[in-house]
């Protein structure tokens, strides 16, 4: 099977963030990782790969500073890389993300694209789902489990409540993937040295700018919630703190 | 001082940086980490959150078999092998990336310790003195971890006078074996350790290397010691009582053992540097998580200015010790990579370009050490009362980090070596230190000049630095006249110059990756390192001008120490900076980032 796994490059989780000066995204100077469904999408092509043999390939958009979440994959194992390469990827909606990664994809031809459910910073959780579209393939969503069958693929779905969903389909297709379906591997050492003579093809804005258009979604505003709760300690022994409990639920919050 | 340059590369010779000012585009530092260097990072940061930590109970109740199968595991990812060649199944890097796996182990230092001592003491007296066949027989299990190895120098009576040991070996009637009698003290990983690169006099007096394996007959295991920190790994002694050691085991040259044993112990100084900041930098982290909760008179205690003080002092010298660590890394992959690894005598020039920067790696060691020491016994204050109890890891850290100070060369032994090797290459011709002093003298008498104006980011700083050096040259110069050749029995001002060396390469190594910083982020984004490289130079300033009123008052007397004294006092003169405001501003970033960062 050959394998398509998108993969973002988001803000460290515990980075502080700052807002930018429009106010409308973070500001950058901040440290980046890999998104993490991504690292479990990016994992589970590596076992498909090794159960039925195949290539993985991983592809990114964004700055020359995603760079690094490719290589990243291409120690893991990926063997080979394509990197949308500009600053002005940062600020596509998902939308024009997938148009982009559609484009770029045009000659080549894979049985699976997985990207992760959704992304740490932007969450729209949209990418994989429209880029099935724009490829015409089916797609499901919140993937926990994937086996090959006859016509094609066996995948679980996670839904609410504790419930899974089963769905047969055929390939090619698209998955987004959940977060802990499988074990992340470890870059090793052999593979970080390797990965420096893997293929990585980069991708200028220029050669897809025909496929995109202005953005349909936008952040008008980002800010920090105003602290609007405070937080106040009943003080005295258990009998008087009850009392000034139902004292202030009563004539205070009025719900007793 | 006129700026040296030289190109992107080329080697830089050891012990210069006391006589010559480097460009600050000229040293590797941390921000210039290849994206290898980066993933290299990474896993062995996962390796530590993920297979280390979850362990450390089960370690420190010397549950061995859990520490083999780190090491087992380690040796999996290729965390063990960075400095063997591949062709004996390492993975052949640079030391750049062994640094930085060092100071991502080190999170714990009863592992950190054992794998030190695998893949460093353990394994490159063979990787640098075997001969192919051992290399081939032994290596790529070592890489594995397979077989866990260790370093047997040190005995009951002789510790850093090593080559006084009294263990002994014979040649059999046979000439098939060594038969080695004697007994080794402290060796650490000894507990489960399978390969032992063991120390004896042949006939009594030729100093050799032997490669000794667990089972060989004759050789056995004493009982742990009960040490007062690293408890997770093995330290025992070993017994050997007619072992019998293949004579194909002998390392290296009959005779030539002292070569192995002092290089081996130069080559780790280094990774030791290393590892002595990844654990303040755990520590430091620790610290932060907890001042940022505990809570006293209604406030975190991060907000108090002493908490917020000693937060700030951390930070700033886990950013020294990694501009140290990484400024001598960098030279030394400048220079190895200049060597042609195919040819026949790649080992030897291995070694020599090591060898070279031998003082900076004793700095580090030195530095690095007494650094952590004063980080975790800050974190302990920070955590207070629960800082004196086991179940918080303030404890641990304080325990563990004493040992730094001790073993690989007491900092004693190794201000001595700084000190020498400088004076010995001096005398040698190697270093122009004799002229530099001799340059500086005439350009004191001849009263107060202007100097050469600096200008632009940190300027101040960057004049601090001249005047360090000036202050360290002209106080050596002083000493050296004084005691002539003589010196060396003078411990105390030996020691006092080696401090002076010491916090000079600090500064400078600091300031220059803090000047690389700023030029490639702007001063603004570099608010936080400037702010700790003010800090810095001054806090060290004050050690210096200390060190040289020491060795002064100690050389002169009368009128020569009144002149003495008076060109010190020209020498060391500079405004002091508002360090409450600057420590004020870097605590304010760590404890915003809830850990050690920049950004």
């Known amino acids: 099977m050959k394998i398509l796994v998108c993969v973002k490059q988001v803000p460290q989780k515990d980075a502080p963030l700052k807002l930018n000066e429009s106010g409308t995204w973070i500001r950058e100077d901040v440290s980046y990782e890999v998104n993490e469904p991504d690292a479990f999408a990016l994992e589970e092509a590596l076992r498909q790969k090794e159960k039925h043999g195949g290539e993985v390939v991983a592809i990114t958009a964004g700055p020359a500073r995603a760079q690094q979440v490719l290589r990243e994959a291409l120690a893991k194992g990926a063997d080979r890389a394509i990197h949308l390469e500009d600053p002005g990827f940062v600020g596509l909606d998902a939308f024009n993300t997938a148009r982009a990664f559609a484009a770029a994809i045009k000659d080549e031809k894979f049985d699976l694209i997985f990207t992760g459910l959704q992304s740490d910073d932007y969450g729209f959780a949209q990418t994989g789902v429209i880029l099935a579209d724009l490829m015409g393939w089916p797609h499901a969503t919140i993937i926990m489990q994937i086996e090959k069958s006859d016509g094609g693929i066996k995948v679980k779905r996670e839904l609410e409540a504790g419930y899974f969903q089963f769905v047969e389909m055929p390939l090619p297709a698209v998955l987004t993937i959940q977060s802990g379906i499988n074990k992340l591997r470890y870059a090793t050492l052999i593979g970080i040295k390797q990965a420096k003579n893997k293929p990585l093809r980069k991708v200028t804005l220029a050669e897809v700018q025909s496929a995109i258009g202005a953005n349909l979604q936008k952040i008008e505003r980002m800010y920090i919630p105003q602290k609007t709760k405070k937080t106040e300690y009943l003080e005295g022994s258990p009998g008087e703190i009850a009392k000034k409990l139902v004292d202030k639920l009563r004539n205070e919050i009025r719900v007793l | ?599």
């Not at chain 2, 330290?235 to 004579?247: E, F, M, S």
């Not at chain 2, 179940?391 to 980090?401: L, W």
């Not at chain 2, 360090?579 to 004020?584: A, C, G, H, N, P």
């Not at chain 2, 501003?585 to 850990?595: F, L, M, T, W, Y």
């Open chain 2, 1 to 599: 001082m006129a700026t040296t340059s030289s190109a992107p590369g080329a080697s830089i010779s050891g012990g210069s940086f006391l006589l010559e000012a480097r460009p600050p585009e000229e040293i590797f530092t941390p921000e210039d980490f290849s994206e290898q260097h980066v993933l290299i990072a990474q896993t062995a940061e996962e390796f530590a959150q993920k297979e280390i930590i979850p362990n450390i109970e089960k370690m420190e109740r010397k549950d061995f078999s859990v520490t083999r199968d780190l090491l087992k595991k380690a040796g999996d990812l290729g965390l063990s092998g960075v400095e063997i060649p591949e062709i004996y199944g390492g993975m052949e890097l640079d030391k750049v990336s062994a640094a930085v796996i060092a100071d991502h182990i080190a999170k714990y230092a009863g592992f950190a310790t054992t794998w030190g001592g695998h893949t460093g003491i353990g394994t490159l007296p063979l990787v640098y003195f075997g001969n192919d066949e051992q290399k081939k027989k032994y290596l790529p299990k070592l890489a594995a971890g397979e077989i866990v190895g260790a370093y047997a120098l040190s005995e009951a009576s002789s510790g850093s006078d090593a080559l006084n040991c009294r263990s002994r070996a014979a040649l059999s009637s046979d000439g098939k074996h060594y038969v080695l009698n004697g007994e080794k003290m402290w060796i650490t990983n000894a507990g489960f350790a399978d390969l032992f690169t063991v120390f004896a006099k042949v006939d009594g007096e030729k100093f050799t290397a032997f490669l000794v394996e667990r089972n060989f007959p004759g050789f056995s295991i004493g009982a742990e010691e009960h040490k007062m920190g690293i408890r997770g790994s093995s330290t025992c002694p070993i017994i050997l009582n007619d072992c019998k050691v293949p004579v194909e085991n002998v390392l290296g040259e009959i005779g030539r053992g002292h070569i192995i044993a002092f290089n081996i112990l130069n080559i780790g100084r280094f990774k030791l540097g290393a590892m002595c900041v990844g654990g303040a930098r755990e520590s430091l982290n620790n610290a932060i998580g907890y001042a940022k909760q505990r809570k006293a008179f209604k406030k975190v205690i991060a907000d108090f200015g002493l908490v917020r003080e000693k937060l700030a002092n951390m930070a700033m010298l886990i950013y020294v010790g990694e501009s140290l660590v990484f400024r001598t890394v960098g030279m030394m992959d400048a220079a190895l990579a200049a060597i042609d690894k195919s040819a026949a005598d790649s080992d030897k020039k291995t070694l020599k370009a090591i060898e070279e920067y031998a003082v900076e790696c004793s700095i580090i060691k030195v530095w690095a050490s007494e650094m952590l020491d004063y980080v975790v016994d800050e974190t302990l204050q920070i955590y207070a009362g629960y800082g004196f109890v086991e179940e918080y890891p303030a404890e641990r850290a304080y325990r563990d980090a004493r040992i730094n100070r001790i073993f690989e060369g007491t900092n004693e032994i190794n201000r001595l070596i700084i000190t020498g090797f400088l004076l010995k290459r001096a005398m040698g011709g190697q270093l122009a230190l004799m002229p530099a002093i001799k340059q500086l003298m005439d350009e004191v008498l001849s009263g107060p000049s202007s100097g050469e104006e600096i200008e632009g980011v940190l300027a101040e700083e960057q004049k601090l630095v001249v005047s360090a050096k000036k202050l360290g040259l002209f106080a050596a110069g002083a000493a050296t006249q004084k005691y002539m050749m003589q010196i060396e029995q003078q411990q105390e001002v030996m020691g006092a110059i080696a401090d002076m060396v010491i916090e000079v390469y600090a500064m400078e190594s600091v300031l220059l990756r803090t000047m690389k910083i700023a030029s490639a982020q702007g001063e603004t984004a570099a608010a936080v390192p400037i702010a700790m490289t003010r800090v810095y130079l001054s806090q060290a300033m004050d050690k210096i001008e200390s060190a040289a009123r020491k060795i002064i008052a100690d050389v002169a007397d009368g009128d020569t120490l009144r002149t003495q004294m008076a060109i010190l006092r020209r020498l060391a003169k500079h405004d002091p900076v508002n360090t409450i405001e600057l420590r004020q501003q870097i605590a304010e970033k760590v404890i915003e980032r809830g850990r050690y960062g920049l950004s």
